[in-house]
């Protein structure tokens, strides 16, 4: 029986095996593909660990760090180890695995799921038409473009304005396509506004905004798309659509946390985050099994990613010396009219350390003020410059002001 | 205040700070999150620089690319140029993090190393 299991071994995962290896506990990762480091060997550009380390890193270097840090404290690594079912059992948990020596079973007393997200597809967004080959979420593209080399056509037509689509269209642009579109039903680029401006902006791609793809034409390959003109409300304009021809769709149309398999083992999903429900420790709502990176929520910076493993590491610690600081009731944490998604969606321990939390504004403001209020009494209230949906925002939250409540509201003003 | 006052977009790391130039002999940067804004901000105002995140072929090793980066930024304008000069390239496993791919490229006085190890695997 080992003490932990991380599943995942891209960066949150091997932010959170270390930390908790060094506590003393037996600790193994076990990851699905060849090597360490998830989506940031596919992440080539650089914009990582500006937080943490002061400096400007690309994916690779970032996990590079990490991967060290998992070496350095002896914690077990099994590579092409894909976890198929977890069930719990009165001890702990039992998994089965599929391993290059077939498929095994493995236990431990606590769980760290850190499988991080997948990309919304085409039937999710509803494009219409043939189901030719050549339709590709732009991450699978940056895979083929940064580690095998190959292009996934020569006049790419790139579907949403997200940020894996912008990276995606500076590789494709310094490649050396032939063409690039990029359209999106936005009146504005909803990836990182740096994104737009180093990835577009600055070599004059040509972009739509309030456009779509209605269909896809093309019989065994793309031939051409219908593009359609879409109203503040995403709704087609009729008599606007137009053929463009392209050979290949390129989808960046949303990460989704990948919380299928923690709900098979009946921890509760929020609808917001897509994620499951966690406290300030990131344990879910099944006890001894913690979540943590792109699984809780979409980060875009992996800076706030893996400080969710740092955090993971402690009620880790907690659970497995069987200390509870457990509330009688949890505080629950909503957010607002004005804000999409909170994390912890629960602060469910007395401590006295203060708590961070993450939250997706809903709307653009200049001079926000962020609001915690329980009831019509304001806790905690802070004045931000500048906020957006893109940017995921932070905030402390002293556990002192949430004595006696029961929900704490999350909003911008 | 000067005509050459204006507003860029930090792009050194996800945070995406809007910094505000005051542009006079000496350039005044406010608006930035970190230390990283204000050199960013220096350089935007006269001569924009761009980092070059990219691939080269690489020959015996796991994946056929290489990821490699411009060691600092090279600027906007010669961008083209280093891809030119790197798109021929291929060099072999095994490949140190940090290793010099290309000495100054296209001119620019900046090297382009590889950005992780990559093993020889046959
Ligand atoms: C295109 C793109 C660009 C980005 N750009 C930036 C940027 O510029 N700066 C920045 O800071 N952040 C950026 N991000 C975000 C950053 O990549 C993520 O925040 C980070 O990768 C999340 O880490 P993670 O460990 O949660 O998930 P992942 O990196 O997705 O890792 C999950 C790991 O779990 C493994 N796994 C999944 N299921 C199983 C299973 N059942 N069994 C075993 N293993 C499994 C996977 O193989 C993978 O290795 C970008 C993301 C994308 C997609
Ligand atoms: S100023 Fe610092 S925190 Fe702000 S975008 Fe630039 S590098 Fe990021």
Redesign the interface.
Known sequence: MKDVVVIGGGPSGLAAAPEIGKKGYDVTILERNGELGGLLQQCIHEGFGTLLFDKSLSGPEFADIFINRVHDTGVKVELETYVKSVEKREDGFEMTAVTPKGVEIIKTRSLVYAIGCRERNRFEIKIGGTRPAGVLTAGTVQRLVNLYGVLPGKNPIIVGGGDVGLIVARHLYLEGVESILMVYPEEFFSGLPRNAQQCILDFDIPYRPRTTVKRILGDKKVEAVELVKVDENWDMIQGTEEIYRCDSVILSVGLVPYSEKVEELGAEIDCKTNGPVVDEFFETTVEGVFSVGNLVQIFDYVDDAVQTSFVAAQGVDKYLKGFSSKRDKPVKLKPGKNVGTVTPQVIAHDADDDIKIFFRPGIEKEGARIELTSGKEVLKHQKKRYVRPSTLEEMELPRDILSKKKEVMVDVR | MSDEDREV????????C?LKLFIDENIVVK?QE???GVDYGKKEARHPE??????V?IKNA????L?V?SKKSVP?AK?DEV?EEL?GLKVEAPVK?GEVIVQNVADTSVDIIA???MEREV
């Open positions: 977009l930090c792009v050194r790391c996800p945070k995406g809007r608006g970190c230390k990283l761009r980092e070059v995140p990219t691939t072929k796991r994946w056929p690319r990821p980066r906007l961008i891809m798109r993090k950005e992780r190890d």
